[in-house]
């Protein structure tokens, strides 16, 4: 069976900011039922304790460039998977993932160059694989040390190397000045290597020296082949095209899922929709709404609000938006001005928006289960998950048809709209509208149809091992 080693700078449990915690949380869990043997290595960060974790190395001195740290090792079990831990204090052991108060740490380079020789290190002397998967920009140095440094070791002979993008908006990027903090040489400034734009790029480095690159869905993978959604990169993707392929995240269902969910009003089915007006009526008093009309649309959205989620076409089109008549729960933190114009509708508008600026997991649930669509008029989703929950909840999607979102809604499922424009997303708006006042029974089809679609992990970890085992074969 294949040996992985995954590298992340988070994972459910433990640390999470986005998808990519997610998929590290469920993944390895989901391959390992498949027979691989995977182990995780991220850093431990001041959040995580260590109470129930056993130390596997002490004292082990660390070079990420001119600076040497000590570093322990610890590992703790998750469902049969280990998840290492490079506890360095010093660079891990602060508030913040990757910043605080809104900037990130000025010595991010330096952590996570730790964090890739972390994972050399314990691939030397703790869990030996075969693959290195290394998870976006975080843990892209892993490839350069291991064809420079590492080259001659024979740890590494017929060690492949496989890249996984989450989200190519992210590189990592530093200037050339700090080139001796991360131990690399000016020889990596050419074009064909690290240099970018006068920069050092280190996602560009695990796209070069990488055996295979994976994305999140199949459309994004030959998205990010042009100028619109290649991020500058789309010359040396489409140059390694036949080494690139998309694979699309699943979801987890023992958490995501009507039937079972711990947080929402009432359970439901396909089969027995009564319990999904009880949510409604819950989500509604939750957000302050009226609820003398449960037949009144309702559309959510749970989100980080950011450009990226095309909330600027909500901005286009606000008012003609709340002539619709349908209502809006809005759930979600991000940049400034769309939390401001969120705030914004809710007082101009407050018998149709109400917001709640923060993270809620337990609202999230309860607004995937009480709506009655879902809107994501994203400018480019890698994947995204919400679509995929919302699918389960009987929530019809309405979508730009971008990345993820294009592979996993169709016209059986949600409403989708092309051109990324603030008439369009009203456009598909009022068409979702028009079905689920007029056309009942089509809107009723179209959520059985969409609760039994399928988006487990088992058949993106089925394509994940079939990579692994035709990299190594």
């Known amino acids: 069976m294949p040996r992985i080693l995954m590298v992340t700078s988070e994972a459910v449990p433990f640390a999470k900011t986005g ?27 001041g959040s995580i304790p260590l109470d129930d974790a056993a130390r596997v190395a002490s004292n082990v001195m660390l070079h990420p460039g001119w600076m040497t740290f000590p570093a322990d090792f610890w590992v703790k079990q998750v469902k049969g998977t280990p998840y290492y831990f490079v506890d360095c204090p010093p660079l891990f052991g602060r508030d913040g993932l990757y910043g605080s108060h809104g900037s990130d740490f000025g010595d991010n380079h330096i952590r996570f160059s ?35 440094f590492y080259a001659h070791d024979p740890t590494f002979f017929g060690t492949k190397v496989v890249t996984t993008i989450h989200n190519l908006g992210y590189q990592g990027r530093i200037g050339p000045h700090l080139l001796p903090d991360i131990g690399l040489g000016p020889e990596q400034m050419r074009p ?32 990010i082949q042009t100028p ?38 009432q359970r439901y089915s396909a089969d027995t929709m009564e319990g999904k007006v009880a949510c409604k009526l819950d989500v509604l008093r939750e ?26 076409l909500i901005a286009q089109v606000a008012r003609p938006l709340m002539e619709t008549g349908a209502r809006f729960v809005v759930l979600g933190t991000g940049e400034r001005e769309f939390e401001d114009m969120f705030r914004w509708l809710a007082e101009t508008y407050p018998d149709q928006l109400s917001v ?5 997991n337990a609202l999230a649930h309860k607004i995937e289960a009480g709506s009655d ?47 990324y424009t603030g008439n369009e997303m009203l456009g598909a708006v009022q068409a979702a509208l028009e079905v689920y006042r007029n056309e009942p029974a089509r809107y009723r089809k179209m959520q059985r149809e969409a609760m039994h679609r399928d988006y487990s992990w088992d058949a993106s970890a089925a394509r994940y091992s079939e990579l692994f085992r035709r990299l190594l074969a």
């Open 356 to 360: 709640r600026v923060q993270y809620s």
């Open 287 to 312: 957000f302050g709404l009226d609820t003398k009309d449960p037949r009144r649309p309702l559309i959510g959205i749970v989100s980080r609000f950011a450009r990226q989620k095309g909330f600027d």
């Open 373 to 419: 669509f879902f809107l994501m008029p994203s400018r480019y989703e890698p994947c995204g998950l919400n679509q995929i929950y919302s699918l389960r909840y009987g929530t019809l999607p309405v979508v730009r048809a971008t990345g993820g979102l294009e592979d996993t809604v169709d016209g059986q499922t949600g409403f989708k709209f092309w051109g």
């Open 19 to 45: 998808g990519l915690g997610d998929v590290l949380g469920a993944l390895p869990q989901a391959l390992r039922a498949r027979g691989e043997d995977v182990a995780v290595l991220m850093p431990r960060y």
């Open 192 to 223: 064909d290597l690290m240099e970018f734009h006068g920069d050092v790029n280190f996602l560009k480095g695990a796209i070069v020296y990488a055996d295979w690159i994976t994305t999140v869905s199949p459309t994004y993978a030959r998205e």
């Open 114 to 148: 730790l964090l890739s020789h972390a994972a050399i290190a314990l691939s030397r002397q703790v869990f030996r694989p075969q693959i290195l998967n290394l998870h976006d920009w975080q843990a892209a140095l892993v490839a350069p040390y291991l064809r420079g």
């Open 228 to 265: 619109e959604f290649g991020e500058g990169l789309e010359g040396l993707l489409s140059a390694r095209a036949n080494s690139l392929s998309g694979i699309l995240n699943g979801v987890d269902y023992s958490e995501w899922s009507p039937e079972t969910d711990r947080y929402i009003a």
